[in-house]
């Protein structure tokens, strides 16, 4: 195979993008059937090369020397969207390409000669599945398969395998080509496009999909339901010519054209079924584009709305026949004025003609009878005055709306106060007759109905009460008529199922129903309608509004045939949470089954209604009892211990009554023949609605071996403290006891130096020499001991002032700081609980050293800072020093531990450590930061107790 051959590679994969794009109309869809065909050519391709590669040599070779002048090596080994891996017969890795590198994160060196299985998952090294793949190879030749593949820092990919087999000149296997590939993009966009495919499928309205020909290329279930063609009906069908679209009083071409300019359109048209019946929809169109903007189809998604357009037509019909009905009552009102005058002037009506200054000319001999008032009491004021205050307004409106409509009637009720004070309800109409010569003015007819208002009120107050028990009621109440349609449903419809109240008026029940339950739910309504009185239990399950169902039971009635009813009456509550309980209990039991023969603990199951309790076999195990000993609470109480049972019990009775989740507690239980185990046990309670314990869950864990452990660390912990405080006696009375003798030996030494220096030979007077010094070393080192001995013991604690101290410290160094001109600068310090002696020693040392511990002829320059932190202080002491060179880094705060010489640095190795343990007496800590010849910063914290 030559350069053609790749060539040919290169092409095939062009022709499939090609075809892809064609088909599929979306790049996103086209790489995953380029990439997976693809991977399958590029493996041929490199098997049929090194198969010919192979025929020259039985054997391939392992290093790069084969690779150096082959093109076709050049080429695989810069392949980079692809691992190429050549492995042997026994599926070692033999060499890879930079591909294989860059996915798996390894570099050829690190996996050479190893077995390829290093890249798949555990679980598939478990079940042995890369060597099933080989052995499918040898047998077919090729295999491939997806799986899980790992990285060398762990990352799982998903990965495309393809394994073809290598023969020699001879025909005889001699390795593998494995050729793989990062799938796991492209897996999860597959996984989403099935999931927005099902989605499509289950969602209730129809969707539409055409390409740009406006020619279907798919539709949905819905689309099958509600316009009656199959889906392979369609297919390829002029979405127009298909469905007969009537766009109304917009034509097809504007429609069209603001589509192709907006890119959507959204608007109500007529479509025509399989059967030629119109429905009234509203369509929502799109149109589908890729990323770079380029149309490849439609999109449409239909909403029917024929019930809504035929209850519009209704009603339209209905007011129109109220408006005829209304002009021609109010006509024969008219002509028949006069005829009915004298019945009028002597019904129980109050008839009354106003002016239009609101005032009475005319009212019926009735209307004294019934408010009181004479005509004399009425005749000069405003009609308004009498009216309740809260009915005024509505009355001047209905006052203007018939001024400005003459003879049109206008209905109001209002309330009118009578004459002895009370207020009365009169219903009547108000009808402007100013252009009738008999009458001249605003005629009014108004009837007493203060009776019918008071039973109203009264029948509004049980109908509100009603209303609101059902309002709030949790079971879901519908009425039901004789065809099936529901005429009411309660609130707690809309709760349970997401569906607006008025969304299932004038539906069946059916509609929303499982579809497993639709015929039985038809047979039980025929039997209801056969048995007026009858009522069934029923179990049923609805559908959401977002796609799922919920289980709903109660009982259903004939109420046909009673007058106050008239109806099917269904009283059902959602037991969803209940069932899921249930099914969840079931679960749970399995799975407790499970866990207690798996675990080694004690599991237990308290019954706290029956007192009965259960517990597995390893309570027996892990006391060593009789499995023939009853399982009864008395068992398990008799082994407590005494001196725990009283406690144990108590504890556990209160945590029941206390309305407590949990009980826990550590008692010890008798085992056999006397054995005791320490044991941690620990119960989930269950309780009822009403909160009343029912159950207890629980287990035993045995404690005992870490109790025995806990006791033995008690044990060194005390003696540890018991040493450390005889250690802490010891340095104190040593150092203290060591103060005279070492005074006497030290005076008589400076005494011989006095007297005999300079009168002895050279040699006496350096052996003299070495006696003071000595034991001026030694008194400062017994004093050091002294004082580091002293920091255990308890101090006074007061408010100190850390600028004062210091300056008190500088005080002390004077004379040093005097003869090394030093420069020390100190910031803004706090004021803080402590021991203000220790204090003076952490920070007298700290400075001190850095005097010190400077380079002959430097100037000292130290630095003193502060920082409040979180619960703490933050101090620094900077120099400019010779610094500490790491080596020495964990050996600064070591007691006796000096660093430089003692001829050039005097001093005990003791300043530190006793720094080290004054600020950890403060609940802090201490570190440092240096190099050699730049210096050291000492950082300490201080627990700040003043928060």
């Known amino acids: 195979m030559k350069w053609t051959g790749i060539y040919l590679y290169l092409f095939l994969s062009a022709l499939i993008i090609a075809a892809a794009n064609i088909v599929f109309g979306s790049e996103n869809e086209i790489q995953i059937v380029t990439i997976a065909l693809s991977s399958f050519a590029l493996a041929f391709i490199l098997t049929d090369f090194l198969q010919k590669k192979g025929a020259k040599s039985a054997e391939f070779k392992s290093g790069q020397e084969e690779r150096i002048d082959d093109p076709y090596f050049q080429m695989i080994e810069q392949i980079e969207e692809y691992a190429v891996i050549r492995l042997g017969i026994d599926g070692n890795i033999k060499s890879w390409n930079k591909g294989a590198e860059l996915l798996h994160k390894y570099s050829v060196e690190e996996v050479l000669e190893k077995n390829a299985s290093i890249f798949h998952s555990s679980d598939d090294r478990a079940s042995d599945l890369f060597n099933k793949i080989l052995k499918d190879a040898l047998k077919n030749g090729e295999a491939s398969k997806e799986c899980w593949r790992v990285r060398k820092n762990g990352d799982e990919f998903w990965s495309r395998v393809v394994v073809n087999i290598l023969r020699n000149k001879n025909k005889i296997p001699v390795g593998f080509i494995l050729v793989a590939y990062d799938y796991t993009e492209e897996k999860r966009r597959d996984e989403r496009i099935k999931f927005l495919a099902s989605l499509a499928s289950n969602i209730q309205d129809p969707i539409i999909s055409s390409d740009v020909n406006y020619l279907i290329n798919d539709w949905n279930d819905a689309a099958e339901r509600v316009f009656g063609w199959t889906r392979e009906e369609v297919i390829g069908k002029h979405v127009d010519s298909l469905l007969k679209i009537d766009f109304g009083s917009a034509s097809r071409e504007e429609s069209i054209i603001s589509y192709e300019q907006k890119g959507y359109w959204h608007g109500e048209i007529t479509y025509h079924t399989k059967t030629g019946e119109p429905l009234n929809v509203m369509a929502s169109g799109s149109m589908i584009k890729t990323d770079e903007g380029k149309v490849i189809g439609n999109l449409v998604l239909v909403k029917d709305i024929t019930p809504i357009k035929k209850t519009e037509a209704e009603l339209l019909r209905l007011n129109t026949e109220l408006e005829k009905l209304v002009q021609d009552r109010t006509k024969e009102v008219y002509q028949r004025e006069q005829r009915f005058k004298f019945l009028i002037e002597n019904n129980d009506s109050i008839i009354a003609i106003v002016d239009k200054q609101s005032k009475t000319i ?193 009982d259903v009635v004939n109420l046909l045939n009673d007058e106050n009813v008239k109806a099917i009456v269904a009283n059902h509550r959602d037991i969803s949470d209940k069932k899921r309980s249930r099914d969840t209990a079931i679960e749970m039991n399995e799975r407790f089954s499970i866990v207690s023969k798996a675990t080694h603990d004690v599991v237990w199951d308290w019954n706290l209604v029956t007192n009965e309790i259960w517990w597995n076999d390893n309570f027996y195990s892990l006391f060593e009892l009789d499995s023939e000993l009853p399982q009864t609470i008395e068992t398990w109480i008799n082994g407590l211990h005494d001196a725990d049972r009283g406690r144990v019990i108590a504890k556990l009775d209160k945590a029941v009554e206390d309305g407590e989740k949990f009980w826990s507690d550590e008692y010890r239980y008798k085992g056999s023949e006397g054995k005791v185990f320490f044991i941690l046990d620990r119960g989930s309670i269950i309780r009822d609605s009403e909160g009343k314990a029912i159950r207890m869950i629980g287990s035993m864990i045995n404690m005992t071996d870490l109790k025995h452990a806990e006791e033995k660390e008690k044990k060194y912990v005390a003696e540890l403290e018991r040493s450390n405080r005889e250690l802490e006696q010891f340095a104190y009375i040593a150092s203290h006891d060591l103060q005279e003798p070492l005074r006497m030996v030290g005076s008589y030494v400076q005494l011989l130096s006095q007297r005999y220096k300079g009168k002895l030979d050279s040699d006496a007077d350096e052996f003299i020499d070495f006696a003071v010094d000595g034991a001026t070393r030694m008194k400062q080192l017994i004093n050091d001991l002294l004082n580091y001995s002293k920091l255990n013991k308890a101090t006074p604690i007061s408010q100190v002032n850390i600028s004062s101290l210091i300056t008190e410290v500088l005080v002390n160094l004077k004379t040093n700081i005097e003869e090394k001109n030093a420069k020390i600068v100190m910031g803004e310090m706090p004021t803080i609980a402590a021991d203000k002696t220790q204090m003076i020693q952490v920070f007298q040392n700290l400075i001190a050293n850095a005097l010190k511990f400077q380079a002959n002829g430097s100037t000292p320059e130290i630095k003193i800072s502060s920082v409040k932190k979180e619960g703490e202080w933050l101090f620094s002491v900077e120099d400019n020093g010779i610094g500490i060179d790491k080596m020495y880094h964990d050996k600064v705060f070591i007691i006796f531990r000096q660093l430089n010489s003692k001829s050039k640095f005097n001093g005990t190795g003791i300043g530190l450590a006793i720094v080290k343990k004054i600020v950890e007496r403060h609940g802090g800590s201490i570190w440092f930061e240096s190099e050699p010849g730049k210096g050291t910063i000492f950082y300490f914290t201080i627990k700040n107790k003043n928060e």
């Open 362 to 554: 005319y009212r019926s001999p009735s209307a004294e009878r019934i408010t009181g008032w004479s005509f004399e009491d009425v005749e000069n004021i405003s009609a308004f005055e009498r009216i309740h205050p809260d009915d005024r307004e509505k009355a001047l409106k209905v006052f203007n709306f018939a001024m400005a409509n003459p003879g049109a009637p206008f209905k109001i009720s209002l309330r009118t106060q009578h004459k002895d004070g009370r207020y009365i309800w009169l219903d009547g109409i108000v009808t402007n007759l100013f252009h009738e010569p008999n009458i001249g003015g605003l005629l009014t007819n108004f009837k007493d109905i203060s009776e019918i208002k008071d039973a109203e009120r009264e029948l509004e107050k049980n109908e509100k009460r009603f209303r609101t028990l059902v309002d709030k009621a949790e079971d879901i109440i519908s009425l039901v008529d004789e065809k099936g349609k529901v005429i009411y449903v309660s609130p707690a419809f809309e709760r349970a199922t997401g569906f607006p109240v008025d969304y299932m008026i004038g539906r069946t029940n059916t509609e929303i129903m499982h579809p497993d339950q639709v015929e039985e739910s038809k047979l039980v309504f025929q039997e209801l309608l056969a048995n007026p009185g009858k009522v069934l239990h029923r179990l049923n399950r609805f559908r959401h509004v977002d796609g799922h169902y919920i289980w709903v039971e109660g």
